[in-house]
Structures are given as C-alpha cells and as structure tokens.
C-alpha cells in the first residue's frame, strides 16, 4: 500500500481567551491518563459520501475549533495548580493522505491507530486530530481523535449535534471549560462537592471486605479484555425493565452485580458509575469533559435469598433480579447525584479512608453504560419466545493485551445492531481469565434467566 501525506494549516479565530485551573472532570480523567499511563484518546473513522472534498473539511474543521472552547484549549500540566490556556486564534493541522482505491481502509485505520495511541503534547497541540484518506484526490475517510482531557464521549455528541449550527452567530450552547473552572471555585459548587463526598464516604464505611481475593490464573500481560456480543441480553434487559419499572441499565447494573458476586463468592457488589452529569443545568450541550465516577453498592441479598444460581440468581424465578433491579435505582440515582466534586478533595477522603484499618478501600470496579438512546425501552417489551430465540446468537471472544488499565475490573457496554456488547478489562492476578468469561456469560444468563422465569 503505497501512501503520500500532507499537511494543511487550519486556521481559527473564536471568541475567548485566557487561563483558569482545570475543572473537575479534566483533573478526574487527567489523574487517570496519569495512573495508567494511557493516551486515553477518543474518537473515530467515518466514511465519506462522494461529494466531499478536502476544502470543505478544512473548512469545517475551522469553524469547530473556532466555535468550541474546549477544541482551542492547551494545557499546563507542570505547574501547581495545573491550568487550562484558551487561545482566541491560531492553527490546527488537517492531515492528507494520498492512498489507492483498494488501500484506503486500511490507511485510515493506520492513522486512526496512530492518533489514537500517540500522546498530545498538552502544552503545546490543540487537542484536535484530523486527517482525510485520499482516493484521486477525493476524500474517502474522515480519521478524528481528540484528547480526553478537551472532550468526554457526550461532548463529541454535543459537537456532532453543534454540526448544523457551525455558520450561526449565536455562541454554542452549554457550559464552557473556563467560566466553569471559575464557577466551581465558588461556594454553592464546593457545598455541593462536600455534600457528594460525604456520600461517598458513607457508602465506603459500609462495604464489607475486599472484592477480589488473588488469581490462580495469572497472566502476562496483566490486563486481559473479552468481549460478549448478546441479542437475548438485549431484550432480557427489555424485558425485566418494562416488569420492574425500571431502566434497562438498573437491570444490567443489577445483573452485574448478581455475576461478580458468584464468581468472587463477596456481597455486596459494588461500582464506579461513569456519571455524565449532562442532566445539570447547562450541561447538556456542553462541549468539554464532565465525567466522573459515582459510587454504586449493590446489595444482591433479597431476604433469605443471596448469590444463589438458577432463576434469575436467587432460585425464585424472575422476582429475584427485579428486586435487585429496584435497588439498583435506588443506589444508582444516588450515585448520580453525587458524581460530581473535586477530585483532589475526593483522593484526600479516600487516602483518610485508606489510613482506617476498619475501612478497607477496594473499589477497583467500573461500570461505563455508553448506549445511549438504544438503551430505551420500547413502546411493546419483546417476548420469552423472542429471547429465547436470540440466545443461539451470542458470541464470545478474548480480544486485546495490556500491561496496565484503570482498576481491576472495567466493564464498557456499548449497543450493538439490536445486540448488546460487553467489553470487560480486568486483571488477571485478581481473576482468573476463566472467572472473567463467567462474569461475562454470568451478566447475560442472570439477565436471560429472569426474562424466561417471571415472578409467579
């Protein structure tokens, strides 16, 4: 595959300037891009129509950064407190790549990897990457990456969204990076930091022991991902939601909570939430990085039932999963509404915390629910027959190495075509790879079980 590359420079002039300390959620996901040593860089590929051209890109790619804060912000990591720099103008670089028709695939996902997995340099590059494949001088694939510390994944949604608006007048909507690092230096947002970390600290003096005990399985590299590609999880969840009255994610919360407890033989189960925050005022359009854990214990001990196998987990039918489910909401509305604080007052509490010998700190585990709207429930809940049925479809696969991660368990779930993906990272000198697949298939057959044995 023979390649030619070329570079524009795109410049912006937006409205703005200035510096500020970083905001919470830049500080949370900078700590761990530290932690783990990660880029942590986040976007994609898009294939394009026949009409683009590389003008066109370039243009919009001005506009974006020149609209967006976060998309001209640097970053001055070094110093104390670390801070974000916005510029009002300046330059971002388009990358062209010249490929052949049959090779062009296959050069944006070179670059798209290179992107991804190749630092920003914070102090001094925008954090915005782009580049377009090139087919005759006609573009074929829009590669885009941004860092982590500008953007979460439902600020690429809101820029997504901002798309149609890239000529209007008006500013963009949501809060900006800068006046909400000031604003959270004001006392109504550090009441309500303190009142999220008493939360936390409430949550953490009831957890019982560790969650994990040592593999007898362990591997090299450390960190192991499978991946389980279920349509029957996808309408189980649909089923037992619509009985429950809950969310499909509480039930998949609640599942999950049902299959760490089997295989690590500890309840309560418990969870780092991915908290969005997009449901606070001003928020929802924002274009810059709001995301930080809640905490979630998951109590999966109904009555005299706990960690049982068979009917949904407990032995009683489908009952069992709907009453962990409506804990769940209960639990997880909880963890939401205080997934947002300081962060550096969060790791003072938790270093406290660790000093207690009563308080054992151990909550290495994360659930990230990225489907979105797929996650809804429909109009008319599918049936047994139409779970059972999608069962046979169901895959499983080991996928990617690593030598570190964030935490030892990490479960990413992402909708499919009328499926439901599990991606589960997690360290194999706390659990067995064989313990991991049970969690997998333990997360779909508690869900599957309850939806085929309703209450009753």
């Given at each position: 595959?023979?390649?030619?590359?070329?570079r524009?420079?795109?410049?912006?002039?937006?409205?703005?300037?200035?510096?500020?300390p970083?905001?919470?959620?830049?500080w949370?996901?900078?700590?761990?891009?530290r932690r783990?040593?990660r880029?942590?860089?986040?976007g994609?590929?898009?294939?394009?129509?026949?009409?683009?051209?590389?003008?066109?890109l370039a243009?919009t790619?001005g506009?974006?950064v020149s609209?967006?804060?976060?998309?001209?912000?640097?970053?001055?990591l070094?110093?104390?407190?670390p801070?974000?720099i916005l510029?009002?103008?300046?330059?971002?670089?388009?990358?062209?790549?010249?490929?052949?028709?049959?090779?062009a695939?296959?050069?944006?996902?070179?670059l798209?990897?290179?992107?991804?997995f190749?630092?920003?340099?914070?102090a001094t590059?925008f954090?915005?990457?782009?580049?377009v494949?090139?087919?005759?001088?006609?573009?074929?694939?829009?590669?885009?990456?941004y860092?982590?510390?500008?953007?979460?994944?439902?600020?690429?949604?809101?820029?997504?969204?901002?798309l149609?608006?890239?000529?209007?007048?008006?500013?963009a909507g949501?809060?900006?990076?800068?006046?909400?690092?000031h604003?959270?230096?004001?006392?109504a947002?550090?009441?309500?930091s303190?009142?999220?970390l008493?939360?936390?600290?409430?949550?953490?003096?009831d957890?019982?022991?560790?969650?994990?005990?040592?593999?007898?399985?362990p591997r090299?590299?450390?960190?192991w991902?499978?991946?389980?590609?279920?349509?029957?999880?996808?309408?189980?969840?649909q089923?037992v939601?619509?009985?429950?009255?809950?969310e499909?994610g509480?039930?998949?919360?609640?599942a999950?909570?049902?299959a760490?407890?089997?295989?690590?033989?500890?309840?309560?189960s418990?969870?780092?939430?991915?908290?969005?925050?997009?449901?606070r005022?001003?928020?929802?359009?924002?274009?810059?990085?709001?995301?930080?854990?809640?905490?979630?214990?998951?109590?999966?001990?109904?009555g005299?039932?706990?960690i049982?196998?068979?009917?949904?987990?407990?032995g009683?039918?489908?009952?069992?999963?709907?009453?962990?489910?409506?804990r769940?909401?209960r639990?997880?509305?909880?963890a939401?509404l205080?997934?947002?604080y300081?962060?550096?007052?969060?790791r003072?509490?938790?270093?406290r915390?660790?000093?207690?010998?009563?308080?054992?700190?151990?909550?290495?585990c994360?659930?990230?629910d990225?489907?979105?709207?797929?996650?809804?429930?429909?109009?008319?809940?599918?049936?047994?027959?139409?779970?059972?049925?999608?069962l046979p479809?169901t895959?499983?696969?080991?996928?990617?190495?690593?030598?570190t991660?964030?935490?030892?368990?990490?479960?990413?779930?992402?909708?499919?075509?009328?499926?439901?993906d599990?991606?589960?990272?997690?360290?194999t000198?706390?659990?067995?790879?064989?313990?991991?697949?049970a969690?997998?298939?333990?997360?779909?057959s508690?869900?599957?079980?309850?939806?085929l044995?309703?209450?009753g």
């Amino acid at each position: 595959m023979h390649v030619a590359t070329s570079r524009l420079a795109v410049p912006f002039h937006g409205d703005g300037a200035g510096t500020a300390p970083l905001t919470w959620g830049q500080w949370e996901i900078w700590q761990t891009m530290r932690r783990t040593g990660r880029t942590l860089n986040i976007g994609g590929t898009v294939a394009l129509g026949p009409d683009a051209s590389v003008a066109e890109l370039a243009g919009t790619l001005g506009r974006l950064v020149s609209r967006h804060q976060a998309l001209r912000t640097r970053f001055s990591l070094a110093g104390e407190p670390p801070r974000q720099i916005l510029s009002a103008s300046g330059a971002v670089d388009l990358d062209v790549i010249a490929s052949t028709s049959d090779g062009a695939a296959a050069a944006a996902e070179a670059l798209r990897s290179r992107y991804e997995f190749t630092p920003f340099d914070l102090a001094t590059e925008f954090p915005v990457r782009w580049g377009v494949v090139t087919v005759d001088g006609t573009p074929s694939h829009l590669v885009v990456q941004y860092s982590h510390l500008a953007v979460d994944g439902f600020g690429i949604e809101a820029l997504v969204r901002d798309l149609p608006h890239l000529a209007d007048d008006a500013p963009a909507g949501g809060v900006r990076p800068l006046d909400l690092a000031h604003r959270q230096a004001l006392p109504a947002e550090r009441r309500h930091s303190a009142k999220s970390l008493r939360h936390w600290e409430a949550a953490l003096r009831d957890l019982p022991a560790a969650r994990f005990g040592t593999s007898d399985d362990p591997r090299t590299p450390r960190f192991w991902e499978v991946v389980c590609h279920s349509p029957a999880l996808h309408l189980a969840l649909q089923v037992v939601a619509a009985r429950a009255g809950v969310e499909t994610g509480h039930v998949l919360l609640a599942a999950y909570g049902v299959a760490l407890s089997r295989v690590t033989g500890r309840t309560p189960s418990v969870a780092q939430v991915l908290v969005s925050n997009r449901f606070r005022p001003g928020f929802a359009d924002a274009v810059c990085h709001l995301t930080q854990p809640g905490i979630c214990v998951i109590d999966v001990s109904i009555g005299d039932v706990s960690i049982g196998a068979g009917d949904g987990g407990g032995g009683d039918g489908g009952g069992y999963l709907d009453a962990v489910a409506k804990r769940v909401w209960r639990a997880a509305t909880s963890a939401y509404l205080h997934g947002y604080y300081d962060p550096a007052d969060h790791r003072a509490m938790l270093d406290r915390l660790a000093a207690d010998p009563d308080v054992p700190i151990d909550i290495s585990c994360f659930v990230n629910d990225r489907r979105g709207p797929a996650a809804a429930l429909p109009a008319v809940p599918p049936t047994a027959d139409q779970v059972r049925a999608a069962l046979p479809g169901t895959t499983l696969r080991w996928d990617r190495t690593l030598p570190t991660y964030d935490g030892t368990f990490y479960l990413q779930v992402d909708a499919a075509d009328a499926a439901v993906d599990l991606a589960i990272w997690a360290d194999t000198h706390r659990l067995s790879p064989a313990q991991v697949e049970a969690c997998a298939r333990g997360i779909e057959s508690a869900a599957v079980d309850a939806a085929l044995n309703p209450p009753g």
